[in-house]
């Protein structure tokens, strides 16, 4: 007999992890198998940053390079552009199912973003900026859900960016048009209420936030989510696969968790490609709506 570390004695020859409840026993037995299988050529392969930087297909080492996620992008926006087209050709004055599903899409980003957030006199100058935003950001994060693309065009920082940017310059812009450049600044660096020495830390805090935090909150908050949905996705069905053809039988039955998994995380990354969409246009709006207020 021996003692296990509580001090409860073992036969001869068991070892004590036979001890431990079977989940952790099945986790045990699989991680050393999955951590073999990335070793070798085939089998379990973990996804990394480097799925979204695929090699190039034409241009390659310019800033006109082709690769998947920029074909990816142009499915997405050909799509987007086709569908808008169709309905505005075959719209009618009682519309059908396409139609009355267009429409409420576009009522939801003037009502429910547009109005809400700037009003209905401001909102109406806005509404195809909005509009543009949600539809292409919803778009481009679905594209990481359809089979053959499985990957969204907006993983990659630069078409964050991109939108990020549009939105930084047009409520500068406004608050520059409604006040000055000398009164936009004021009402921003300069808050109404505070003493005059709080200035000498609000004031940099402040102007760190319309110069840089942001757009650049705007463009990693979409990004980093794509990003891992993406990751998560591929993680749970590359397991998949391993665990019901590769490897071992007693492990078959990992692979059926990660298959229910992985549907669950579509399911949620279907639900989070709508969010992010809707936090990014609603964001747009009130940083606009506070480029046109006189005070904050």
Same mark, same amino acid.
């Given at each position: ?66 690769? /998947? ?20 050709? /075959? ?57 053959? $693309? ?82 998560? $996705? ?24 990660? $298959? ?10 279907? $639900? ?25």
């Amino acid at each position: 007999m021996t003692a296990r570390s509580d001090g409860v004695p073992t036969p001869w020859g068991m070892r004590r992890e036979d001890h431990r409840p079977p989940g952790v026993l099945l986790f045990t037995s699989a991680t050393p198998t999955l951590l073999a299988a990335t070793e070798g050529e085939g089998g379990f392969h973990v996804p990394s940053i480097d799925e979204f930087f695929p090699p190039a297909i034409l241009f390659e080492d310019t800033i006109f390079q082709i690769d /998947r996620i920029w074909i990816i992008r142009v499915v997405a926006m050909i799509f987007l552009l086709t569908v808008f087209v169709v309905a505005a050709r /075959r719209a009618k004055l009682v519309p059908g199912r396409f139609q009355g599903a267009i429409e409420m899409i576009l009522d939801f980003v003037r009502v429910q973003i547009a109005e809400e957030i700037l009003g209905k006199v401001n909102a109406r100058r806005f509404v195809p900026m909005l509009t543009t935003i949600f539809l292409a950001i919803l778009v481009f994060n679905l594209t990481g859900v359809i089979p053959f $693309l499985n990957m969204a065009g907006t993983a990659r920082i630069g078409l964050p960016l991109v939108l990020a940017l549009w939105v930084f310059v047009t409520y500068w812009w406004v608050g520059i048009r409604q006040h000055g450049l000398g009164g936009y600044l004021k009402n921003n660096l300069f808050p109404p209420g505070i003493p005059w020495p709080i200035y000498l830390i609000v004031t940099p805090i402040e102007a760190l936030q319309i110069l840089v935090v942001r757009p650049l909150s705007l463009a990693l908050r979409l990004a980093a989510n794509m990003i891992a949905g993406h990751i998560m $996705l591929v993680l749970c069905f590359a397991a998949t696969q391993f665990f019901l053809l590769e490897a071992a039988p007693a492990l078959k039955g990992i692979g059926a968790l990660t $298959l229910v998994g992985g549907f669950a995380i579509t399911l949620f990354e279907l $639900l989070v490609a709508g969010l992010q969409a809707y936090i990014f246009a609603l964001l747009a709006a009130v940083y606009i709506s506070l480029s046109l207020e006189e005070e904050h």
